[in-house]
């Protein structure tokens, strides 16, 4: 699914979040933005979201302008939302049964990504048995089993520790290369972006405004020896050159 953000700005009252922000994602990318706190991310991927209208520009999902909720779109958050009352499979085949759909028609596929996530045998489990991470695995698979063209996420690993991230940013990868959805992913972690994406979309601090944008060539799938790789380190060091020159301009 493509996405268009054209001279996208949102304000308010007196705060300026995002200012004439233009993006284009295209059908099947993975792009990350990165930028310092408060800089506008997750209010630019609201604004996709149509969760609340820009103050100016225009924002297309597949060619139609976004006027209220985009339908057919899955969203992953920090926190990963789980009904504590109900297990793993259930919980990950629930978007099934808010969609109106029959759960017993997409078991099948649950229980695929499960096995592509890690959790095969925590089927049965409730979220409270569930390590964080874990857990936000369970969320992703439930953000991708209706297969959504586009996918939010907005520092879904944020909340764990470094070791877990790394893991998770695999899992991720692997779940995404299965199914190829158009994902917008909002986070702190250079790495964790160079590592995912096709292209990392840099954010100056508020106003929020597109600095640079970074295509990301390195050869898929990724590896733990894709960190080591003096490509990846050289992507990185833009990245992380364009966050730190804003401080000193």
């Known amino acids: 699914m493509s996405v268009e953000i054209r001279n996208v700005s949102k304000s308010f009252r007196t705060t300026l979040a995002v200012e004439d922000a233009s993006l284009t994602l295209g059908d099947g990318s993975f792009v990350s933005i990165v930028g310092p706190s408060g800089c506008g991310k997750s209010t630019l991927l609201r604004l996709v979201a149509g ?3 820009p103050t100016g520009g225009s924002i297309a999902v597949r060619g139609a302008p976004v006027k209220g909720p985009v339908r057919d ?17 259930d919980n990950i085949l629930f978007v099934a049964e808010m969609g109106g759909r029959k759960p017993a028609l997409w078991r099948e596929r649950a229980l695929e990504l499960m096995q592509l996530a890690g959790l095969s045998g925590f089927e049965q489990s409730y979220p409270h048995e569930l390590s964080g991470g874990m857990q936000q695995r369970a969320s992703i698979c439930r953000a991708m089993l ?5 996918i939010l996420m907005d520092e879904p690993f944020g909340a764990l520790d470094v070791i877990t991230r790394e893991r998770m940013g695999f899992a991720l990868q692997t779940l995404w290369n299965e199914s190829r959805n158009t994902v917008l992913f909002v986070t702190h972690s ?3 972006a160079v590592l995912l994406s096709d292209t990392v979309v840099v954010m100056t601090p508020r106003p929020g ?10 050869p898929r799938p990724r590896h733990a ?3 080591r790789d003096p490509r990846f380190l050289e992507l990185s060091e833009r990245v992380r050159d364009g966050i730190e020159a804003q401080w000193v301009e």
Do not use: A, H, N, Y
């Open 51 to 53: 969760l609340m209208p």
């Open 73 to 89: 779109i899955g969203m992953v958050f920090q926190s990963p939302v789980l009904l504590p009352w109900r297990r793993t499979l």
């Open 146 to 150: 209706l297969k959504p063209p586009l």
């Open 190 to 192: 250079i790495t964790e």
């Open 209 to 218: 405004r597109i600095r640079d944008v970074v295509p990301i060539d390195l």
């Open 225 to 227: 020896d894709t960190l």
